[in-house]
């Protein structure tokens, strides 16, 4: 597949993956993405996941068409992307990498060697001249590891993103982007919000007119969009209005709550209410959605006084991706000691610009008419 007439497409579509990483379901499998760009001299970006090594050497053979690679060109170290390297430097044996100096570092980790005869050393704005294409590598540490750049293409204008501007699913997968990169950056870049924001500034300074990622589609019209919605998400900010209600229940009586809460919120006219029942949804659906809308509000029971495990594994979670700018409204239920509301507050007290409803409703073991009505005054203090 052509880029543009230049650039190739080399990548691969699993799709027998269940699990991303151990821990991200991808019903709709992944996709891993490689380029070559073919010039004078022919530059190979990134490798593939070690289960497709071969479909991807022959993808690279068809594309290549009896020539031999010139560079192969290290993003980013994470085995679905490295898993190839040494295979390829062995096949072709004149060929170099290029890659950070924390990349070779890594490779001695994951290869035993560090190819300190067939490397070239890739720092800040550093360039590779191909021919006609010149190649611009601008570092990205911690987007998501320490060793990673990404590269821009002076002809084409193409930005080799590295795993940024990715997203589950294979390139054949019938679904709106946005959701499935939603999901994927919060899950697994959510933490960095800082040094994505370092990377957006150094991009700004490119003229970019497509961008092309380790995983998901090429990226080649209104790119605004999708760098907004980068701008956004690594900052903090909020994308959707509406308010998320994440809820555990024992017996049904938080769960009633929660529900209640949601009826009067749409019946109020917010704009949206999503409810999720953090026992059976997804949990990276759940964070996701933590993240994409300005308010949340927390329906727990206390539980061995601390607030029921899957609660607590929620709220680790947006924790662990610096969690924050949000407005927060706690539902509490514990028939003789309520303690979620305190313990709540407890694991989010290192969350920056937390605000907390003035209303805090405090069930014991089922709801009163009293809690009803302290629900009618959450419902005015969310919208």
């Keep these: 597949m052509f880029i543009t007439n230049d650039i190739k497409y080399l990548g691969v579509n699993d799709y027998d993956i269940d699990l991303f990483e151990g821990q ?44 031999s690679p010139d560079y192969l060109i290290v993003q980013h170290m994470e085995p679905d992307h ?19 100096a924390q990349a070779f570092r890594m490779m001695k980790q ?15 704005k ?9 190649l611009t590598f601008v570092t990205a540490p911690m987007v998501h590891w320490p060793e990673v750049m990404v590269t821009w293409d002076n002809v084409d204008k193409v930005l ?73 998400w690594s900052s903090y900010g909020v994308e959707s209005e509406g308010v998320m209600i994440a809820y555990t229940s024992v017996y049904g009586h938080t769960k009633e709550a929660a529900e209640l809460l949601a009826k009067k919120l749409e019946e109020k006219g917010c704009p949206k209410v999503v409810l999720t029942d953090l026992a059976r949804e ?8 933590a993240f994409r809308y300005g308010k949340l509000a927390l329906a727990t029971t206390t539980y061995n006084m601390d607030i029921f495990p899957f609660m607590k594994q929620f709220i680790e979670h947006l924790t662990e991706r ?21 313990t709540i507050k407890k694991m989010l007290e290192n969350s920056q610009n937390i605000t907390y409803a003035e209303t805090t409703v405090t069930i014991k073991s089922a709801m009163t008419e009293e809690n009803k009505a302290e629900l009618d005054k959450l419902v005015e203090e969310l919208l």
């Design 282 to 289: 997804d949990m990276a659906e759940a964070v996701e959605d």
């Design 82 to 100: 490295s898993a190839g390297i040494h295979i390829f430097m062995d096949k072709y044996p004149d060929a170099m990498i290029v890659a950070t």
């Design 24 to 67: 991200y379901d991808v019903p709709n499998g992944m996709a891993y993405n490689s380029y070559v760009v073919c010039d004078e001299k022919t530059a190979v970006f990134d490798t593939v996941d070690a289960s497709f090594t071969d479909a991807w050497l022959k993808n690279l053979e068809e594309a290549l068409s009896g020539k």
């Design 110 to 124: 994951f290869f035993g060697e560090e190819f300190e005869d067939r490397r070239i050393i890739a720092v800040e």
């Design 126 to 134: 550093s360039t590779l001249s191909l021919g006609r294409h010149t």
């Design 322 to 342: 610096n969690f924050q700018n949000r407005t927060i409204a706690i539902i509490e239920n514990g028939s003789w000691a309520p303690a979620a509301a305190r």
């Design 160 to 232: 080799f993103s590295a795993d940024a501007f990715g997203k589950f699913g294979a390139l054949d997968a019938d679904e709106d982007w946005v959701c499935e990169a939603r999901r994927y950056y919060i899950g697994i870049v959510g933490k960095y919000g800082m040094q994505v924001q370092a990377l957006l500034k150094k991009a700004a300074d490119l003229d970019i007119q497509k961008i092309c990622p380790l995983h998901g589609p090429i990226l080649t019209e209104d790119l605004g969009y999708y760098l907004n919605l980068y701008h956004i």
